[in-house]
C-alpha cells in the first residue's frame, strides 16, 4: 500500500498538530486543535497564485481595463496581482534546431531596444534581451542562446549580419526585401525627379514581384542593363570650386553629382552579388521547404502586439514596460506555461516570496525610475514616446 507522507498542521497558538474537522459551506478543509479547541482553516496559496496570475494575464495582454476586473474599480485586483510584476518570463533553454529564424529590435521609452529572435515557419518566440541599440554584441549574446539555423531573415543592420558571421558562419542571410525597398525610398523618394532615379526604383519596386531562381536571374541582368546605360551618369563629379555655395564645399573638395542614386545602385548591386537579395529561391534550400523573404510574420506577430500592449495600457513604469513587453513574447512561444514560474510560497500560509532579479543594467536610469505611475502626470505616454510641450 502506497502511503503520501503530508506535513502536519500545527495550532498557530499552541503548535499542537491539528486534527481534520469537516469542511466549510463553501467545500474548504476545517481544522481543529485538540489542546486549545482553536479551529481554522488553510488557504491553498498555490491555487490562489494560479488564479491570480491568470487573472494579471487577461488583464495585460487582452487589453481589458482594471475596473472592469473587479467590482471596486480596479482597486482589489491591484492588490491581489501586484506580485505578479516580480515574476521574470524566461525561455527554457532548447537544443532543437530551427530552419529559419528572423530577428529584429523593437524601441522603446527609456532608451531600450528589445531584440528578439522567432522561428519563420510557425512565427513561434525563440528568445529575446534587452540592449541600448542593435549593436554586434547584443545580437551575438541572443544568438548564442540559438543553435545556428539554415537562413537568417534580418533588416540588414550591420550590427546583426557581424554577428551572424560570427556566431553562424555555416548561416545564410535572407534580406527583407520590404526593408531594401524602404532603403530604396530613403534615396530616390517615391518620386524621383530623375529618370534614371525612375527606373532603377521600379527594378526595386519588382523585387517582391520574384518568386523563382528564374525571375531572380533576370532581375539580375535588368539591373545589369540599367547599369550599362547609365554608367557615365553615376560617374559624373561635382567639384567644390564649381559649386562654393553648396554646404560640402567647406569639407570636401568634390562628390558624386548624383549621390543618391549611386548609393542605391551599390545596395541592390552588393546584395545580389552576395547573395542576400534572393536566397529563398536557391533550390538547395527549397528542398527542405519554403524561405521566407521578408520578415513581415514578426513586425506583424510579436513586435506590433507589443506596442498595442503598451498603448493600452499607457503609463506604465520603466520597469513594468519592461516586464509587459517580455511577458508578451513568452506568451507566443512554443509552449508557454505560466504557471510553472510562480515563485514557492513560503510557510503555512503561503507568504510571497520575492522573485530573484537577474536583469541586465545596460539601459539608462534603469534603476532611478524615470516615470513614476501618475495618472495626473501630462508626461504619462503610450510606452514608446514620452509627451513634450504645452499641455493644456
Given at each position: 500500500m502506497?502511503?503520501?507522507?503530508?506535513?502536519?498542521?500545527?495550532?498557530?497558538?499552541?503548535?499542537t498538530?491539528?486534527k481534520k474537522?469537516?469542511?466549510?459551506?463553501?467545500?474548504?478543509?476545517?481544522?481543529k486543535?485538540?489542546?486549545?479547541?482553536?479551529?481554522?482553516?488553510?488557504?491553498?496559496?498555490?491555487?490562489?497564485?494560479?488564479?491570480?496570475?491568470?487573472?494579471?494575464?487577461?488583464?495585460?495582454?487582452?487589453?481589458?481595463?482594471?475596473?472592469?476586473?473587479?467590482?471596486?474599480?480596479?482597486r482589489?485586483?491591484?492588490?491581489?496581482?501586484?506580485?505578479?510584476?516580480?515574476?521574470?518570463?524566461?525561455?527554457?533553454?532548447t537544443?532543437?534546431?530551427?530552419?529559419?529564424?528572423?530577428?529584429?529590435?523593437?524601441?522603446?521609452?527609456h532608451?531600450?531596444?528589445?531584440?528578439i529572435?522567432?522561428?519563420?515557419?510557425?512565427?513561434?518566440?525563440?528568445?529575446?534581451?534587452?540592449?541600448?541599440?542593435?549593436?554586434?554584441?547584443?545580437?551575438?549574446?541572443?544568438?548564442?542562446?540559438?543553435?545556428?539555423?539554415?537562413?537568417?531573415?534580418?533588416?540588414?543592420?550591420?550590427?546583426?549580419?557581424?554577428?551572424?558571421?560570427?556566431?553562424?558562419?555555416e548561416?545564410?542571410?535572407?534580406?527583407?526585401?520590404?526593408?531594401?525597398?524602404?532603403?530604396?525610398r530613403?534615396?530616390?523618394?517615391?518620386?524621383?525627379?530623375?529618370?534614371?532615379?525612375?527606373?532603377?526604383?521600379?527594378?526595386?519596386?519588382?523585387?517582391?514581384?520574384?518568386?523563382?531562381?528564374?525571375?531572380?536571374?533576370?532581375?539580375?541582368?535588368?539591373?545589369?542593363?540599367?547599369?550599362?546605360?547609365?554608367?557615365?551618369?553615376?560617374?559624373?563629379?561635382?567639384?567644390?570650386?564649381?559649386?562654393?555655395?553648396?554646404?560640402k564645399?567647406?569639407?570636401?573638395?568634390?562628390?558624386?553629382t548624383?549621390?543618391?542614386?549611386?548609393?542605391?545602385?551599390?545596395?541592390?548591386?552588393?546584395?545580389?552579388?552576395?547573395?542576400?537579395?534572393?536566397?529563398f529561391?536557391?533550390?538547395?534550400?527549397?528542398?527542405?521547404?519554403?524561405?521566407?523573404?521578408?520578415?513581415?510574420?514578426?513586425?506583424?506577430?510579436?513586435?506590433?502586439?507589443?506596442?498595442?500592449?503598451?498603448?493600452?495600457?499607457?503609463?506604465?513604469?520603466?520597469?513594468?514596460?519592461?516586464?509587459?513587453?517580455?511577458?508578451?513574447?513568452?506568451?507566443?512561444?512554443?509552449s508557454p506555461?505560466?504557471?510553472?514560474?510562480?515563485?514557492?510560497?513560503?510557510g503555512?500560509?503561503?507568504?510571497?516570496?520575492?522573485?530573484?532579479?537577474?536583469?541586465?543594467?545596460?539601459?539608462?536610469n534603469?534603476?532611478?525610475?524615470i516615470?513614476?505611475?501618475?495618472?495626473?502626470?501630462?508626461?504619462?505616454e503610450?510606452?514608446?514616446?514620452?509627451?513634450?510641450?504645452?499641455?493644456?
Open positions: 502506497r502511503t503520501k507522507s503530508r506535513k502536519a498542521r500545527r495550532c498557530p497558538v499552541c503548535g498538530p491539528m474537522n469537516g469542511r466549510t459551506a463553501a467545500g474548504s478543509q476545517r481544522w486543535c485538540g489542546v486549545c479547541r482553536m479551529g481554522t482553516t488553510v488557504r491553498r496559496d498555490d491555487l490562489r497564485r494560479v488564479a491570480q496570475l491568470d487573472e494579471f494575464l487577461a488583464w495585460l495582454l487582452d487589453g481589458r481595463f482594471q475596473s472592469d476586473m473587479d467590482t471596486s474599480g480596479g482589489t485586483f491591484r492588490n491581489h496581482t501586484s506580485w505578479c510584476w516580480d515574476i521574470v518570463p524566461r525561455m527554457r533553454a537544443p532543437s534546431r530551427h530552419r529559419t529564424v528572423m530577428t529584429d529590435g523593437t524601441y522603446m521609452s532608451g531600450w531596444c528589445l531584440l529572435a522567432i522561428d519563420g515557419v510557425t512565427g513561434e518566440t525563440i528568445a529575446w534581451g534587452w540592449c541600448s541599440h542593435e549593436s554586434t554584441a547584443a545580437y551575438l549574446d541572443l544568438f548564442s542562446r540559438i543553435p545556428a539555423p539554415d537562413v537568417l531573415i534580418s533588416d540588414g543592420l550591420r550590427g546583426v549580419e557581424k554577428a551572424c558571421a560570427r556566431a553562424w558562419p548561416t545564410r542571410i535572407q534580406r527583407c526585401l520590404v526593408h531594401v525597398q524602404r532603403n530604396t530613403a534615396d530616390l523618394t517615391s518620386r524621383p525627379r530623375l529618370q534614371a532615379g525612375k527606373e532603377l526604383k521600379r527594378l526595386s519596386d519588382a523585387l517582391t514581384k520574384v518568386r523563382d531562381a528564374g525571375q531572380a536571374a533576370a532581375w539580375g541582368g535588368a539591373l545589369n542593363d540599367w547599369y550599362r546605360k547609365w554608367k557615365g551618369f553615376l560617374e559624373e563629379r561635382t567639384h567644390a570650386r564649381d559649386d562654393p555655395s553648396n554646404p564645399a567647406t569639407r570636401q573638395e568634390w562628390w558624386w548624383h549621390g543618391d542614386v549611386r548609393r542605391c545602385y551599390r545596395r541592390l548591386e552588393r546584395l545580389f552579388r552576395e547573395g542576400r537579395l534572393f536566397t529561391c536557391d533550390p538547395a534550400l527549397l528542398g527542405k521547404g519554403p524561405v521566407e523573404r521578408n520578415t513581415n510574420r514578426l513586425e506583424g506577430g510579436v513586435n506590433s502586439l507589443i506596442k498595442r500592449t503598451l498603448a493600452r495600457h499607457h503609463g506604465l513604469t520603466e520597469e513594468h514596460m519592461r516586464r509587459a513587453a517580455e511577458w508578451v513574447c513568452y506568451m507566443k512561444s512554443e506555461d505560466p504557471h510553472t514560474l510562480i515563485p514557492d510560497a513560503g503555512e500560509h503561503g507568504t510571497d516570496a520575492p522573485a530573484v532579479q537577474d536583469e541586465p543594467k545596460t539601459g539608462s534603469y534603476d532611478n525610475g516615470q513614476s505611475y501618475n495618472r495626473d502626470d501630462p508626461a504619462v503610450t510606452g514608446f514616446h514620452i509627451r513634450k510641450g504645452h499641455v493644456g
